[in-house]
């Protein structure tokens, strides 16, 4: 059986949990206070997901801070970028508005994290 220590980071407790995994599924989760932890736990050993933000340059070459709308596989981060860096979203540009429609095959978009105008 093999041990992974992690630090929770569902809430501000920051919790240290330990998962015990058994041929990578996991079969325990302590330390946790809250149910949170260990769903957190048990998804961060199987399969991680990350929140990506970056900015996108405009047509206008003004960057527009994003960020992706949930989460997505921590193995598709770089893809994710590289379809951000290839967006060119027009001016202005409103809170929320969606800069990439399905970010590198995930099914999540790319939205704009802040209004801006030229």
């Known amino acids: 059986m093999e041990t992974v220590k992690l630090i929770c980071i569902g809430c501000p407790m920051g919790c240290d949990l330990s998962v015990d995994l058994e041929n990578g599924v996991p079969v325990?989760?302590?330390?946790?206070?809250?149910?949170?932890?260990?769903?957190?736990?048990?998804?961060?050993?199987t399969a991680p997901k990350r929140t990506v933000t970056s900015t996108a340059?405009?047509?206008?070459?003004?960057?527009?801070?994003v960020k992706t709308a949930g989460t997505?596989?921590?193995?598709?981060?770089?893809?994710v970028v590289s379809d951000v860096k290839k967006a060119k979203p027009s001016l202005p540009v409103r809170i929320?508005?969606?800069i990439v429609p399905d970010a590198a095959g995930t099914g999540v978009p790319v939205v704009a994290t802040k209004d801006v105008s030229r």
């Open 28 to 45: 325990s989760v302590t330390g946790n206070t809250c149910p949170i932890g260990k769903k957190y736990a048990e998804e961060e050993v």
């Open 57 to 65: 340059l405009s047509k206008d070459g003004v960057p527009v801070p």
């Open 72 to 79: 997505v596989p921590k193995g598709a981060i770089f893809a």
């Open 96 to 98: 929320g508005d969606v």
